[in-house]
């Protein structure tokens, strides 16, 4: 489990560099990971794989055709033969085309052969969800098709330290990962990142903020659009909120999500993707079933609307802090 130490130097990192790092500690102590996708060998369109072509040379770090069923089908093949594949799919709205080779091939791969053989040292990376000007195809947040899928691991980071070690967890990990990187946060906030390689354990949710009132859920991006949400509750209303990082959206981390419900008896769940059959519906209906008796007030989705993700009304469509703040008042007047 990852702790600072002082016997841990650390360096300024932004989030895509703290995944650059992450991605150097691998082709460094592993011999047989490989980096592959669009774009990577030049350093990719957001800068993550910069540098690591020349340092790993171009048999270890290449780019692929643009063909992403191409790319994760190869990354597949690469992982059954028994290396690490780490493969990146230049935006998540473009993960589509292999979405066949993931759910029916990856995610199975292990349960067909009757753990003969199977493909966990496969990772796929793809820049996910808003950026201000992403539209239609630059984005979309497409976590909860894969949610409904057994046999893989979906895990969205809120930061730079949270990024490194969580995307090492999944490499090392034995089950197919999907690690999806909030790509509005790429250069967003510097914290101290370890230079080192550590973990951060996946399927675990993390409290970063305790509070006796409202359970927040979220995960990624808008995490931080939660604590602000958090601090006018706290400002205007009075209101004590507990903030909780999801992390891993599969498996999901039940236990921590419903003691907190338990605790608050209100729960408000936030993501940028369309409400219907989004993940926060599968949050509410798990927590609608354990936590029942707890419950103040109905649990509230604050989430995209049911279109296609727009250019010019992305501030109307995203749920900003104002359409979270309102939901905790009608939580706490129910």
């Known amino acids: 489990h990852f702790a600072f130490t002082s016997q841990c130097p650390t360096q300024k990192m932004n989030l895509f560099q703290s995944v650059t790092s992450a991605l150097d500690n691998t082709l460094a102590s592993d011999p047989t990971a490989v980096i592959f996708g669009e774009d990577v060998a030049f350093g990719g369109v957001f800068r993550c794989t910069v540098g690591l072509r020349d340092k790993y040379g171009k048999d270890r770090v290449f780019n692929t055709p643009l063909c992403e069923q191409g790319i994760v089908g190869f990354g597949i093949g690469v992982a059954v033969a028994g290396a690490t594949a780490i493969a990146e799919i230049q935006f998540a709205d473009y993960i589509y085309p292999a979405f066949d080779q993931i759910v029916n091939e990856a995610a199975k791969y292990r349960y067909r052969s009757g753990n003969l053989f199977d493909c966990g040292n496969l990772t796929i990376r793809a820049p996910w969800g808003c950026v201000g000007h992403g539209s239609l195809y630059h ?24 990024a490194k070690g969580l995307l090492l967890s999944c490499i090392a990990d034995q089950n197919p990962c999907i690690f999806f990187e909030p790509k509005i946060l790429y250069r967003a906030a510097v914290e101290q990142v370890p230079v080192e390689a550590y973990t951060v354990p ?27 949400v958090a601090n006018m509750a706290q ?59 707890n419950l103040e007030a109905p649990i509230s989705r604050v989430c995209g609307y049911d279109t296609p993700f727009p250019h010019i009304f992305e501030p109307f469509y995203i749920p900003d802090k104002w359409k979270c703040f309102d939901a905790i008042k009608r939580m706490i007047n129910y």
């Open 202 to 228: 996946l399927s675990q949710a993390e409290i970063l903020q305790e509070g006796s009132d409202v359970t927040l859920v979220a995960w990624g991006t808008q995490i931080h659009v939660m604590r602000e």
């Open 235 to 293: 400002e205007k209303l009075g209101v004590s909120c507990e903030l909780i990082d999801l992390q891993t959206i599969l498996p999901w981390d039940v236990e921590t999500v419903c003691k907190s419900v338990v605790k608050t008896g209100r729960l408000l769940i936030s993501h940028e993707a369309p409400v219907t059959g989004g993940f926060a519906a599968e949050i509410s209906s798990t927590v609608q079933e354990e936590c029942f008796l």
């Open 139 to 162: 984005s979309q947040s497409p976590e909860a098709f894969f949610a409904h899928c057994p046999g893989i691991k979906v895990v969205i980071p809120r930061s730079p330290v949270q």
